[in-house]
């Protein structure tokens, strides 16, 4: 099994910062992708951001220039650096672990979520 655990949510006004980090343990893994997705009031869950193990980095195009995805592959931990951040950030943000085990079987693993929400 995987466990996940998620730091770093909070309340700021706009234009504050947060880091978020989701730190992955277990056994017989290897980790393929590690990224945040983030879920508003009422709306869909969205990707906001997602590194790979080899570098590869993906943003969702509102938070380009404010955010930085970064990880930690022998800690298997991944941060999210929100800087800038505007009202509309608000929402429940769950980190996202992708892989495979040492059989070869897939695997995806969400956090429980954390809150952040930013005031105007």
């Known amino acids: 099994q995987v466990q996940l655990v998620e730091s770093g949510g909070g309340l700021v006004q706009a234009g504050g910062s947060l880091r978020l980090s989701c730190a992955a343990s277990?056994?017989?893994?290897?980790?393929?992708?590690m990224g945040w997705y983030r879920q508003a009031p009422g709306k869909l869950r969205e990707l906001a951001a997602f590194?790979?193990?080899?570098?590869?980095?993906n943003y969702e195009d509102s938070v380009k220039g404010r955010f930085t995805i970064s990880r930690d592959n022998d800690k298997n931990t991944v941060v999210l650096q929100m800087n800038s951040l505007k009202p509309e950030d608000t929402g429940v943000y769950y980190c996202?672990?992708?892989?495979?085990?040492?059989?070869?079987?897939?695997?995806?693993?969400w956090g429980q979520g954390t809150q952040v929400t930013v005031s105007s």
């Open positions: 277990g056994s017989a893994l290897t980790i393929n992708r």
């Open positions: 590194i790979t193990s080899d570098g590869t980095i």
């Open positions: 996202n672990v992708r892989g495979t085990t040492g059989w070869g079987a897939r695997f995806d693993y």
